[in-house]
């Protein structure tokens, strides 16, 4: 849980420090759009150390990512131009993206059926917390002379806290008995794909891609639109971040629950009719500037959506596939998300010209949600009550 909560903190920084960002680097709406796509190209190291936790383990991977986090969020203080910047961001990325797979991972092994949902949902309760504790840095330091460069610095501290990982973090059991069986010493990246888990894996990381453009898109930009595009304080900014993930992060308890009762399947549908409905009232504007009532509610929806997604997205994707895949999954899951978020910032960089604005560029990407759900609702099963390591592809009858 603490190495989420550092972890939800890294990946906060860039959206909430974006305005600032652009103005250091000099940048419009377009501009900053594509910077932070080029970010997102961390997602091939991350999955190579992810189907490296799947030969060698999952404690020696998530202890070298976190070893190598705290050097490389100074650099990223300290660099001089943009390109540095974007590249040394890469590397935190996927170092940050391995931290999440992993323990993601040894969270649904070490955990009982009865409780898996619920370890997921406290993970992402910890990491949002990391995310809040970058909104109260990085609006605390607006008037200070480098604002984001602090943040990062500030990033390194759990450095302090490495000695007592390495004590006290352990292998898995599930890792440890499918070593002894001799099930990882041999396999590749795209045995995720091979029969009998083919079509199932292909669509749910198709959905993950496609139905993550939009709600990468409405996220992004949350912080830049109230502050940027609608001229508000980064105070106003900031209280509606905070108070809307703040509600949002009852999506995390709430999920667990329903992903107990009615299935991960039907959260997940859940969740994805919600977020294109919030992200519509949150950018949809008719010549006045929206209350912050409205951006309020309608960012909290969205985040309570979100978090319900990542909170089953996680049961079930643990559920699909047996332990020797299981990391690799996570890491080819990432590749997808991060596909997602390259494309949607490329693709609101791109229709920002054509469509009159950065809002209106996101609104349009809304509809790539209804043919995601249609194929994942179609092609990818229920898991709940299924055990770790089931060799079917389908899950028992309920």
């Known amino acids: ?181 001799g099930e990882v010493t041999s396999g590749r990246m795209l045995d995720l794909f091979g029969p009998p888990r083919r079509r199932i894996a292909l669509a749910r990381l198709g959905t993950m891609f496609v139905g993550g453009i939009p709600g990468a898109a409405a996220g992004s930009w949350v912080f830049y639109h109230v502050v940027h595009t609608l001229g508000m304080p980064a105070s106003v900014g900031s209280a509606i971040f905070f108070a809307g993930g703040t509600l949002g992060i009852a999506g995390f308890p709430v999920a667990a629950r329903v992903a107990d009762s009615l299935g991960r399947k039907a959260t997940l549908a859940l969740a994805a009719t919600i977020a294109p409905l919030a992200s519509l009232a949150f950018y949809t504007g008719d010549g006045a500037t929206p209350s912050v009532l409205r951006l309020g509610l309608s960012f909290a929806a969205l985040a309570i959506a979100g978090n319900a997604s990542i909170t089953a997205g996680r049961a079930l994707g643990a559920e699909l596939f047996p332990t020797r895949l299981r990391s690799t999954y996570y890491g080819w899951a990432y590749l997808a998300e991060s596909s997602s978020v390259i494309a949607a910032q490329f693709l609101v960089s791109a229709l920002t010209v054509g469509t009159g604005g950065l809002a209106q560029a996101i609104l349009w990407l809304q509809i790539l949600a209804l043919p995601s759900f249609a194929v994942f609702w179609v092609f990818v099963p229920e898991t709940l009550g299924r055990d770790l390591d089931d060799p079917s592809p389908e899950p028992p009858a309920q």
């Not at 170092?95 to 949902?121: C, D, F, K, W």
């Open 1 to 181: 849980m603490g190495l989420m909560v550092w972890a939800g903190y890294l990946v906060t920084v860039n959206g909430v420090a974006s305005p600032f960002l652009a103005t250091s680097f000099g940048l419009d709406d377009a501009g900053i759009s594509f910077a932070f796509g080029f970010m997102s190209l961390d997602a091939l190291p991350t999955l190579l150390l992810t189907r490296r936790a799947d030969h060698r383990g999952r404690r020696s991977v998530l202890l070298a990512a976190c070893s190598a986090l705290p050097v490389v969020t100074l650099i990223a203080a300290i660099v001089p131009n943009l390109s540095l910047y974007v590249l040394v961001q890469v590397v935190r990325g996927f170092l940050t993206g391995t931290t999440v797979s992993i323990v993601v991972v040894m969270l649904a092994e070490v955990l009982p059926a009865e409780r898996r949902a619920r370890g997921q949902a406290r993970a992402g309760i910890a990491g949002a917390f990391g995310g809040g504790l970058a909104l109260v840095v990085v609006s605390s330091l607006e008037h200070v002379p480098g604002t984001w460069r602090w943040a990062w610095a500030l990033a390194a501290l759990p450095a302090l806290a490495l000695p007592l990982v390495w004590r006290v973090l352990p292998e898995t059991d599930a890792f440890a008995h499918a070593a002894a069986r």
